[in-house]
């Protein structure tokens, strides 16, 4: 129970900015499913990148997805994608961190979603905003390793 409750929430997005904000809608009593890639989350491996001993549970995705329900989809195909707008017409907010550029090839941007639930509150996070010269770069935590869309390392 929480003030949350009745609440439903698709989330888009992986390692921690749009995942942590999701968390605490979820620990907040909404109902959250975390679409994930086919090959998961990359924080689920994130021991092995950074090259700490990998445990048993990996706390740090655990506690950054807590409360939630999750699934894998390949967004590149229709069948993924028509499961996303099912799961966004029943849904009340629609979280993700995915680059714009990104939110367009899969379509799941802000003018798609709108059109499949004309009253989703399309909520957005992004490292350098949505307009400018970097909006189209990635954005992490300073202690992970990652690559933009050119395969220059960031962080």
């Not at 109902?31 to 001993?53: Q, S, W």
């Not at 894998?72 to 995915?98: H, M, N, P, R």
Request: charged share 30%; aromatic share 8%.
């Amino acid at each position: 129970m929480g003030p949350l409750e009745g609440i439903k929430v698709v989330e888009l997005g992986t390692f921690f900015a749009a995942p942590r904000c999701g968390r605490h809608l979820a620990d907040m009593g909404a109902d959250l499913i975390k679409v994930e890639p086919l090959r998961g989350d990359p924080l689920r491996g994130i021991e092995a990148v950074l090259g700490v001993p990998i445990l048993e549970y990996n706390w740090t995705f655990e506690l950054t997805n807590r409360n939630k329900r999750s699934l894998t989809l390949d967004l590149s195909t229709q069948q993924g994608k028509d499961i996303i707008y099912e799961l966004v017409k029943k849904a009340d907010i629609f979280l993700t961190s995915c680059l714009p550029y990104v939110q367009k090839k899969l379509e799941v941007d802000y003018e798609t979603m709108r059109k499949v639930n004309p009253k989703i509150i399309f909520a957005e996070v992004t490292a350098w905003g949505l307009s400018g010269p970097d909006k189209d770069r990635d954005g992490y935590d300073a202690a992970c390793p990652c690559q933009d869309r050119n395969n220059r390392r960031v962080g």
